[in-house]
Nanobody
Framework: QVQLVESGGGLVQAGDSLRLSCAASGRTFSAMGWFCQAPGKEREFVAA????????YYADSVKGRFTVSGDNAKNTVHLQMNGLKPEDTAVYYCAARTNLLGRPLSHMMGWPVWGQGTQVTVSS
C-alpha cells in the first residue's frame, strides 16, 4: 500500500510555469524528492526536501528556477517549476526514502520508492 501519486505535468511554452505534486500514502518518509529522465539519458536528480527540518536540495541546473516544498500534514511534496526551458522536457518522477545515511540524495539508487512519473514538455 506504500505508493506515490504524482500530478501536474503538461505541455507548456518556454518561460511558463508548472507545479508538480506528489502525495505519499502508506507511511511517512524521511525525505521526498524529484528526478527527471529525458529520452536517451540517465535519470537525474532535481530537488529534494527533508521531512524533519524541511531542508531543501537542488541540482545546479534548476537553482533559482525550481522550488521544492512539503506539507507534512498531508504527506505531500510539490515542485514549483518557473522559467521552464525546452531542456527541462522530461518525465519527472517523485521519489521517497526513509534512510538519510545511505547514498547521497542525488543518487537514484538511494531512493527505494518511486512514483509512476509525469510528463513535462516545454516547447520553444
Amino acid at each position: 500500500q506504500v505508493q506515490l501519486v504524482e500530478s501536474g505535468g503538461g505541455l507548456v511554452q518556454a518561460g511558463d510555469s508548472l507545479r508538480l505534486s506528489c502525495a505519499a500514502s502508506g507511511r511517512t518518509f524521511s525525505a521526498m524528492g524529484w528526478f527527471c529522465q529525458a529520452p536517451g539519458k540517465e535519470r537525474e536528480f532535481v530537488a529534494a526536501i527533508r521531512r524533519t527540518d524541511r531542508r531543501t536540495y537542488y541540482a545546479d541546473s534548476v537553482k533559482g528556477r525550481f522550488t521544492v516544498s512539503g506539507d507534512n500534514a498531508k504527506n505531500t511534496v510539490h515542485l514549483q517549476m518557473n522559467g521552464l526551458k525546452p531542456e527541462d522536457t522530461a518525465v519527472y518522477y517523485c521519489a521517497a526514502r526513509t534512510n538519510l545515511l545511505g547514498r547521497p540524495l542525488s543518487h537514484m539508487m538511494g531512493w527505494p520508492v518511486w512514483g509512476q512519473g509525469t510528463q513535462v514538455t516545454v516547447s520553444s
